[in-house]
């Protein structure tokens, strides 16, 4: 075997040493698949000095992701920095613009320039792939893209992030509030330097939308995802949910309509028992439904140093093996740009809100309610704290737009002491 | 899109229909995907004048599968008759020898001649695929060929024998014994003609020496796998299990060792709430545990029109966009001929026999039992049945062949009125 496909990888931090382990540990594995000699030629990162616990003697430094990118020796560009702008997005222009073939684990990126970069790089005949960028080790892009061709896919769900998963069970676990497990997942590291991107599911939402766009042959457009984070999840509604044998996860869920493209990540209570129910902790779980297929479940480490590294060797063997297709599985120009649309599909709900101790107040939340076109499955009246009562309530199902005006007649009518959630209840 | 990719199609079953249904209804997508347009230019079967419920009136009809397969107008040859040996093999061998590309169903082909096929592929130049041919519509062949590539395989699990589970899980559900059920899905339909490749794992092991073959760059070895089916599983069993919190699955177990490769599909008791435990009817589950990905887990329909047909379109479309990697993943010459290996792993056991009901007979079975090298975790006496006393045995951890021993120990004391058996307890 005397070809060989060799690599410059930019950003050396959890995924780009693991490349270089998997790399270094399994070469002629690799390259008796890949039918080519895997080389390692140069690599980039902020730090020259630090100690990464891996020996990078024998590959070329460079100080410049964009020199690395243009190399005359590199054939493939991976990139591992991360960043939705910046030196990732620069560079992997560079690398494209000079005819090499990109790798990426950047789900921010993609969310945000994923048509253009696509666009681009079949302008320029070279691969742009992102297994990496998505639910971590589970090969949910290639599943997508060429396992399930032959489907029209109907819907996605996905708990796609291992923070938000952690810090939920964690809840659970201990019965102690979010604040103080958001505050010990920020102690452990587990949370983005802009929280917001776990916490908010916009991490989640990346994912999503990238998924959405190969599944229905639409633009990536991650403005027209509806995002809802964890933020204002209690630890009574963690108990309440498990009383009534739900769990509650950060959910992503994309359907085509006829009014559009439906693109949610919010969390959701999932019957406790289910696959979604009992993921617990980094594990993803992706499920896709397709006219033929039925339904496929795909769950794994949704994060860390091997998982997403053997994603990223994937995409680099399928490269090795001449594999090209284009990025999101269609020509770029022949995907669509789908109006974004508000789902309808109902759904029963959890709502939950606190009321002012006073005779007659649920008769008033019960006729909100009614007026909005949503009525009560289970209403559940917890201890008074002071002059205060927590009531949850579980709707039968009814669409969105009416939780929302049931949202508004809750607030209106004045008897709440805390602002009313709803979270959507999916039996799967 | 002028150009095409021209279908010629043998057997028309249930999957081949499918595969016409999804052309038929999902050309304009199928299309756009593969890069050209998805045609099917000739079909063939045993009877012309059946009903199938599908228009037929566009393509050409062979009698003789090999004529079909060697027919100018025909760039792939999809093979779904079925069969080791006979029409299936002379017309596959027909197709590669004519430069045709092959896409197969046939597990049974292949388990028994894949490495002599997938040779004589790549001497032709040709690709030769079969997703369809391993848990339907599951696209585990591309996720352990291409999508883990990164990863040295460590174990491979699976149920993957719809009929199987469907028995066992019927049985727990009525209470009724094995003779019964089997005769209920005899009736329905769901049993190969010799019933034996269904029940006696043969099917199912078919399936597994093809993940082996992947999975650990083997030449396929069907003889060297071992074989129990579910014909002795009572329902005494089944209840037993559920008992102890487990449940009974047909699960096929591979992972190479230093003494070599062990392939064994045979009943296990499974956690009962695990999410192979909680598997039901026609669902197949696949579990590939690899150095970096750690473990994946995919779940789907493993049988029926419309998630069979979906895997073989999945192939079609990828030889439409030109991906052509060997057959089982690297190049045939490079596959070893591994030895094959009896488990030695430690595992707990679950043992059923009867005794004669008489004093000393209990000692005389836990003597042997020690003498084997077999503890006793837990043992349960039943209800007397006359003069025999049914009688439930869970091990520790201990090897293989001191199960083995512990059995003809067993059997040796005189004392059984029943053939005692042995299933391994699996935590997963």
Redesign the interface.
Known sequence: MTKSLRLGIAGLGTVGV?VIK?IQ??LD??S????KVIEITAVCAKSRTKDRNVNLSGYAWEDDSIKLARRNDVDVYVELMGGEDGPAKASVEAAIAAGKHVVTANKALLAHHGHVLASAAEVAGISLRF?AAVAG???II??LT???????IERIMGVMNGTCNYILTRMEDSGLPYSEIFEEANQLGFLEADPNLDVGGVDAAHKLVLLSSIAF?TQVNFSAAQLQGIGEISIDDITAAKGMGYRIKLLGLSQMTDKGLEQSMQPCLVPY?S?LG?LEGGTNMVVVE????????????GA?E??T??????D???IA?????PTF???AA?LTKAPAAQSTTPSAYYIRTSLRDAPGVLADIARGLGNSGVSIDRLRQQNHEGASAPILIVTHPTEPSNIDKALSAIAATGETTSEPIALKIVEV
């Not at 590294?309 to 994937?314: D, F, L, P, Q, T």
């Open positions: 693991g998997i540990k399994n594995l690799l008796a698949r890949a039918g297994e080790g589970i090969p290639k599943a060429e396992g399930l061709a032959g489907n029209k042959g028992n696959p009992q397709g006219d033929n297929i039925g339904q496929i479940v795909l769950r794994g480490a860390g091997g998982p590294a053997s994603a990223v060797m994937g680099v063997i399928d093996r001449g594999i090209s297709i599985g269609i020509p022949q």
